[in-house]
């Protein structure tokens, strides 16, 4: 089976290297909105703090093989199968990241902490809810090493 989908917008942000990796924490990006899709589509997302967005890692290929390896290529970590990670070189290079919602005006979200770079075509924008947040989150402790300068700010 196979399934195509269009991409409802685009994101615009300082970021382009898709190799730089760490420090989305204080990024602002913005999601333009496709023209296909009515301006009102965004209509009541201004009233929520969050959004998950899902976007397309366009600028890197799957793996050729999805064996065990360790996260970011680091040998001071275990070893995990491409679904205990959140890489872009994964089957179909989906990304999803909730971030804060800064504004949206007309067909243009701004949104902090999108680690996506600029031209990242985005497949799907939706409300952060509470009752979808998990409690009791459990996670090994190498994604914390792993995860140490991500979503800090450069400025520290």
Known sequence: MS?????VGVVRSERADPADTDHWGSVVSTILIDDRLPVDCLRGLEDFSHVEVLFVFDRTTEHDDYRARPARGRADLP????????????PNRIGATICQLLSVEGRALTVRG?????GT????????????????????????????????DREG
């Open 114 to 118: 999108l680690d996506a770079v600029d």
């Open 121 to 152: 075509p985005v497949i799907d924008i939706k409300p952060v809810l509470t009752q979808f947040l998990p409690t009791g989150v459990k996670q090994p402790a190498w994604v914390d090493a792993l995860m140490a300068e991500y979503f800090v």
């Open 3 to 7: 399934h195509v989908v269009e991409p």
């Open 79 to 90: 070893a995990v199968g491409v679904f205990a990670g959140r890489g872009p070189r994964r």
